[in-house]
């Protein structure tokens, strides 16, 4: 069975200092993997994917995630956080198994200091 | 434009109560879900339609029943409501269900608290 893990619940960085939200996965097949952020009130937005094809992936406002398959990790960095990022960020695994449903992580709170 | 947009955005009513909640998408995609997002934010399928055929029902109540009249609109109807059944709940879409990599497109999801 596919799961996520997301190694923090909450992460506190100061503004202008890099970001690192981890999460690793576990999947019997090669996986499709996500990064979508919710701002609060908000619905979810993609930041990137990973679809087998190159491992280090560049999304949206600066993030980028490196996908491991050793390590079955696929954690989300940015070198300089702005405080518009402060928001929960959830890692999702695709579930191969027929109907490619989304299995999410437990999702991090990124909360960004002045 | 919106892509998937749910009404409402608030539901506040009394337990035992019948509501619905309305998702409409205008990206011509196959494939709709709903999502239950709870008070930790931790969030799970409910059910998936693809072209208005059932594909996806997980452990839900059947207090809880889908309906899709066209590819474009999934709605979701529960009845009885409960005290538990107060959360969010995302409407999201895709293009089909048949790659693992297509991305789902989230509404902006509706707050129903259940008094």
């Known amino acids: 069975a596919q799961s996520v893990t997301q190694l923090d619940s909450h992460v506190s960085v100061s503004e202008g200092t890099p970001v690192l939200l981890r999460c690793n996965y576990s999947?019997?097949?090669?996986?499709?993997l996500f990064w979508y952020v919710q701002h609060p009130n908000k619905g979810l937005q993609l930041l990137l994917k990973?679809?087998?094809?190159?491992?280090l992936v560049k999304g949206i406002n600066g993030f980028e995630a490196e996908f491991k398959k050793s390590e079955t990790s696929f954690h989300l960095t940015k070198p300089s956080a702005h405080m518009s990022d402060a928001a929960e960020y959830f890692c999702v695994v695709s579930d191969p198994a027929g109907t490619y449903k989304y299995i999410f992580g437990t999702g991090t709170r990124l909360k960004v200091l002045a | 434009d919106t892509a998937v947009s749910q009404t409402p955005k608030y539901l506040v009513t009394q337990m035992g109560n019948d509501k619905s909640i309305k998702c409409e998408q205008n990206?011509?995609?196959?494939?709709m879900y709903w999502y239950k997002q709870d008070s930790k934010k931790f969030l799970k399928i409910m059910f998936s339609?693809?072209?208005?055929?059932?594909?996806i029902n997980e452990t839900v109540p059947n207090r809880f029943s889908p309906k899709s009249p066209d590819k474009a609109h999934l709605n979701l109807h529960i009845n009885s409501l409960e005290l538990g059944d107060s959360a969010v709940y995302f409407c999201?879409?895709?293009?089909?269900?048949?790659?693992?990599?297509?991305?789902?497109?989230f509404g902006p999801g509706t707050r129903l608290t259940v008094l």
């Open positions: 990973y679809t087998s094809a190159a491992t």
């Open positions: 990206l011509g995609h196959d494939t």
């Open positions: 999947s019997s097949y090669s996986p499709s």
């Open positions: 339609y693809n072209n208005k055929e059932l594909i």
């Open positions: 999201a879409s895709s293009q089909d269900q048949v790659t693992s990599y297509n991305e789902q497109f």
